[in-house]
Antibody
Framework: EEQLVQSGAEVKKPGESLKISCKTS????????IGWVRQMPGKGLEWMGA????????RYSPSLQGQVTISVDKFINIAYLQWSSLKPSDTAIYYC????????????WGQGTLVTVSS | QSALTQPASVSGSPGQSITISCTGT?????????VAWYQQPPGKAPKFLIY???SRPSGVSNRFSGSKSGNTASLTISGLQTEDEADYYC??????????FGGGTKLTVL
């Protein structure tokens, strides 16, 4: 059974760095893109980017390129989303999700990680 | 890339059918049959409802169906039930090799 389990909620100050994780199991980790989706408070879903663990090919949403870094450790089947300098506008729930194929939509989702950035 | 356009809200009575539209461009919905739909109950993660325009993953009720015409995709829910009350999102693959979601539609079952 495919499972994605995300790290716990975080409270950070503006300017701090952060790396959240998504541990996967139940499928071949290197064979599927794994992506991140943002949901700001009271707002809709926003696709941030995705990475293919096999070769680390990464695609980012044009609006978020340079704001975050997506990476993986393919030896322990974990994907990461990282910020070098958080802003209050980064406050959101972040979901990791496996893509169902090279062009496929996100199918299996993590439970979400709430990130709160406040001074 | 701009979000796909969905109505902010739709409503229906139990037993009725409703349709949610999702309008994109020739760079996404209109050019690819990689449109998906999701159901998100309040406070929960999205659930995968429809993929490749009209296919249902295993376990999804056949009350949910999808279609596409030109740059607009649609999700139809037949035999509305109170538990269908949720937010619904469409998504599409794009010519940039990325994905884009719609703004979301709140379904109220009266």
């Amino acid at each position: 059974e495919e499972q994605l389990v995300q790290s716990g909620a975080e409270v950070k100050k503006p300017g701090e760095s952060l790396k959240i994780s998504c541990k996967t199991s139940g499928y071949s980790f290197t064979s599927y893109y794994i992506g991140w989706v943002r949901q700001m408070p009271g707002k809709g879903l926003e696709w941030m980017g995705a990475i293919l663990p096999d070769d680390s090919e990464t695609r980012y949403s044009p609006s978020l390129q340079g704001q975050v870094t997506i990476s993986v450790d393919k030896f322990i089947n974990i994907a990461y989303l990282q910020w070098s300098s958080l802003k209050p506008s980064d406050t959101a729930i972040y979901y990791c999700a496996r893509h169902s194929g090279r062009l496929g939509a996100p199918d299996y989702w993590g439970q979400g990680t709430l990130v709160t950035v406040s001074s | 890339q701009s979000a796909l356009t969905q109505p902010a809200s739709v409503s229906g009575s139990p037993g009725q059918s409703i349709t949610i539209s999702c309008t994109g461009t020739s760079s996404d919905v209109g050019n690819y049959n990689y449109v998906a739909w999701y159901q998100q109950p309040p406070g929960k993660a999205p659930k995968f409802l429809i993929y490749e325009v009209s296919s249902r993953p295993s376990g999804v009720s056949n009350r949910f169906s999808g279609s596409k015409s030109g740059n607009t995709a649609s999700l139809t829910i037949s035999g509305l039930q109170t538990e269908d009350e949720a937010d619904y999102y469409c998504s599409s693959y794009t010519s940039r090799g990325t994905w884009v979601f719609g703004g979301g539609t709140k379904l109220t079952v009266l």
